[in-house]
């Protein structure tokens, strides 16, 4: 009797299931996205990424300029950001023009011989490094020693409650911390380009003419020749860019770092890659204006 009076489905005649006491709602999880639409959200960040961190430079360069012009002028933190930058960078920037001049002299001498034309081995090298390897290469090693060591020290003060400091003593942090430095960029990275001009040059005269014997008169005569002063100009140009560039970034990733010695150190990783991106991006740049 039970079994008869049980109800039914409509419209089937079958015993109609009956829900188990205490039962809980069945909860669906959400899908997880997918490789490919995680990779197409991480490349469609990108650009946006980019944009916003050359902003923050932008911005700080702008105040940088706008503090730079007020009162007081530390003259002596802008020597002593010189010194730094441009005297202790001397070393690894003369070591590393002689190498590159050597090793490009070497390489010039053997092609040229191969066609006929190993005089003009001087004029190549001179144009060469006045026009890209001298401000590029010199801009490169004063990012990898000074620019870093730039982002661990404003990093480290930043971190350490410093910078909040000189701004609760009415001090400002740009002025006081980013423009000695990028003054200092700006100044001497076109010295230290002319410094690894000439250890350059002096390193592929030697390997050319007294390794491989070709007559010094033509050679040193060749680079008269051909480097004028708008190839110099191009390159001094650059460097300044690149001073400027170096810099700033550097400051920037120290000046915002965050998340103790981790963040101070994830900063200057920052600062020495998106330095070298930098140089090499705007490289191209200056020179379409000189072409």
């Known amino acids: 009797m039970a079994e008869a009076n049980a109800p039914t489905e409509p ?5 109609k299931a009956s829900k188990p006491p205490n039962a809980e709602p069945v909860s669906v999880e959400p899908a997880e996205p997918g490789i490919a639409s995680r990779l197409a959200s991480w490349l469609f960040s990108l650009p946006v990424v980019a944009l916003a961190e050359v902003g923050m430079v932008f911005k700080l360069l702008w105040e940088t300029i706008l503090w730079g012009v007020r009162p007081p002028y530390r003259v002596w933190m802008i020597i002593a ?23 490009f002299g070497l390489q010039l001498v053997e092609g040229f011989r191969r066609l006929g034309a190993e005089s003009q081995t ?11 390897l001298a401000p590029v290469f010199s801009a490169l090693m004063i990012s990898a020693r000074a620019g870093s060591a730039m982002a661990t020290e404003i990093g480290s003060m930043r971190v350490s409650n410093q ?34 001009y000439f250890v350059g040059f002096s390193g592929a005269w ?6 491989y014997g070709l007559d010094s ?14 190839d110099l100009l ?12 170096l810099t700033i970034i550097s400051c920037r990733q120290g000046f915002y770092a965050s998340g103790g010695a981790a963040g101070v150190g994830l900063a200057t990783n920052r600062a020495v890659v998106q330095s070298a991106v930098a140089i090499l991006v705007l490289d191209y740049i200056v020179t379409t204006f000189f072409v």
Do not use: N
Request: aromatic content about 8%.
């Open 234 to 245: 191009q390159g001094l140009t650059k460097a300044a860019v690149f001073g400027v560039t």
């Open 122 to 132: 001087g004029s190549v090298v001179s144009i060469a490094l006045a026009r890209e």
């Open 163 to 196: 910078i909040d400091a000189l701004t609760t003593m009415s001090v400002s942090p740009v002025q006081y911390l980013v423009f000695p430095r990028v003054l200092a960029g700006l100044l001497m990275c076109p010295i230290l380009a002319l410094l690894f």
């Open 217 to 230: 008169g033509i050679f040193i005569e060749r680079m008269r020749w051909y480097v004028d002063r708008a």
């Open 81 to 103: 950001m010189c010194e730094f930058i441009g005297v202790e960078s001397m070393t690894i920037v003369g070591l590393t023009g002689t190498s590159v001049g050597a090793v």
């Open 206 to 211: 030697f390997v050319a003419v007294k390794l």
């Open 11 to 15: 419209g089937s005649g079958q015993p």
